[in-house]
């Protein structure tokens, strides 16, 4: 397996089913067993870094989690800095374009206000990672929301954009605007002076020439730009991506899974399996065991009645979803993880990883066969 072809899972979801915890226990599953792993989200909530018991900053970090050796690491680019990371690292060897870039005023505005930039910029930094990094597998974990997937497909219209002669064009306008280029002549020249004229009226002459100057400064790292986003489509569009959907039993749960299952089989990846958190399927080993000991309270009793009721409670909620599961996705696999009592995030990982562990070839995309 190439170093820069690494097997990528995303994990999709609705908020509140665990998405973030459930990442982490597969992505420490892995690389318990074995398996190079990178974990990486692109959850602007940073929940990350509390399910770890880790700091993750926005550079690949080693995680020391005994569990996962000194196989996992974790990338959690910040919403507010993952504009200005990629741009450091894409302009590392041209210093006076990228003073130019890091100063543009559209620039600054998008790296603010540019809805998807975020997904994208992560996109494109899990590419640079993995061709610099030797991993087997990357995990990563989306913002909890119906449209987090959508991200999927920005890679690559963006790569068809870069590549084409817009950025050119764009990137031609900071010559024009700035009155340095002789005037072109013939019906070509009159048409492009004629709509720069008219986006000067729309928006003012210095968002014209801002808009001229970022695309001059991009068109100077365009190929390596255009080589790390398709890249990055290619891992998440490729055969060896993974759609996981994550959820839990209760309707809201469902109806995000059936929504999801239908978006993902519109973008192209398809889902490869659900996992179904709070779904247990047996009592705890602490409540088998006091069960039937002589000398048990009767408040004790009383206090393990409930828990299994409500135990019991959840295994059938998820029984029936599974049910309907099956029945609306023939063919789908469910995996079922019970609720975990531990009050630390770390803990509650180390616990689902363990119930994981048996599912990883279930859960893993089906090209990790070729291995």
């Known amino acids: 397996m190439s170093k820069t072809d690494p097997l990528v899972i995303v994990c999709a979801g609705g908020g509140g089913v665990g998405k973030t915890t459930t990442s982490a226990a597969l992505a420490v599953a892995l690389a318990r067993n074995g398996r190079s792993t990178l974990i990486v ?24 989690v005994p569990e996962a050796g000194s196989r996992l690491c974790a990338l959690m680019p910040d919403p507010r800095r993952s504009l200005h990371t990629f741009a450091e690292q894409l302009f590392e060897h041209e210093p006076v374009a990228k003073a130019r870039l890091l100063s543009n005023k559209l620039y600054i505005g998008l790296a603010d206000a540019a809805a998807g930039v975020h997904e994208l910029v992560a996109m494109n930094l899990v590419a640079r990672a993995a061709e610099r990094g030797s991993f087997d597998v990357v995990v990563i974990d989306t913002a909890p929301s119906r449209h987090a997937v959508d991200f999927v497909t920005l890679p690559g219209r963006l790569a068809a954009l870069l590549g084409g002669r817009t950025v050119t064009w764009l990137s031609g306008l900071a010559e024009r605007t700035s009155g340095g280029a002789s005037g072109s002549s013939g019906l070509i020249g009159w048409g492009a002076g004629h709509v720069e004229n008219l986006l000067a009226k729309v928006t003012g002459p210095v968002l014209v020439r801002d808009t001229g100057d970022l695309f001059r400064d991009l068109a100077v790292v365009r190929d390596r730009f255009v080589a790390l986003t398709q890249h990055a489509a290619t891992l998440l569009l490729g055969p060896r991506a993974a759609y996981l959907l994550v959820t839990a039993p209760t309707a ?12 993902l089989e519109k973008l ?20 088998r065991a006091l069960r039937g000991q002589p000398g048990v309270s009767a408040a004790m009793a009383s206090a ?4 299994e009721d409500e135990r019991a409670a959840r295994s059938s909620a998820a029984d029936a979803l599974s049910a309907e599961l099956r029945a609306r996705i023939p063919g789908l696999p469910t995996v079922r993880l019970p609720f975990i009592e531990a009050s630390a995030p770390e803990r509650v990982v180390a616990a689902l990883s363990r119930e994981l562990e048996p599912y990883i070839h279930t859960l893993l995309p089906a090209a990790a066969a070729e291995r």
């Open 41 to 64: 989200t692109i959850d602007p909530a940073r929940r990350l870094a509390g399910a770890m018991g880790v700091d993750i900053t926005d550079e690949v970090t080693r995680v020391a």
């Open 252 to 263: 809201a749960g469902r109806d995000d899974v059936l929504y999801l299952h239908k978006r």
């Open 304 to 307: 393990m009645t409930i828990i």
């Open 268 to 287: 192209g990846p398809g889902s490869r399996a659900v996992v179904m958190n709070r779904a247990d399927t047996h009592a705890a080993s602490y409540a």
